[in-house]
Nanobody, 122 residues
């Protein structure tokens, strides 16, 4: 399968914003669920947000609700994660993934990107 390429991570101060992108060649997202997950050092991978491609009601983890937004651009074959009002506890490696089940469980996703580091300083 075509690789998922994430970008947009970096270092930001608390209260700042970042937008992560996840792109792929071809119609790899079509008819699937697209999700964002994150994994902090020493912790298990956790879901952040997911939705069906190209769109439906998104689902967010309580810890990011009202701060993060998942969106899709069908023409660009790209999934975004807009992250506002970032907190130090948001520091993690963020991964995009494709799954077949409308689910926040990492085990339901079969294709993953390489991850992008987000670091939020206090």
């Amino acid at each position: 399968q075509a690789p998922l390429i994430e970008s947009g991570g970096g270092l930001v101060q608390a209260g700042g914003s970042l937008r992560l992108s996840c792109s792929a060649s071809g119609r790899i997202f079509s008819s699937h669920v697209v999700g964002w997950f994150r994994q902090a050092t020493g912790k298990e991978r956790e879901f952040v947000a997911f939705r069906r491609w190209p769109r439906n009601n998104p689902n967010y983890a309580d810890s990011v609700k009202d701060r993060f937004t998942i969106s899709t651009d069908n023409a660009k074959n790209t999934v975004y994660l807009q992250m506002n009002n970032l907190k130090p506890e948001d520091t993690a490696v963020y991964y995009c993934a494709i799954g077949s089940t409308y689910s926040g469980m990492a085990s339901d996703y079969f294709h993953w990107g390489q991850g992008t580091q987000v670091t939020v300083s206090s």
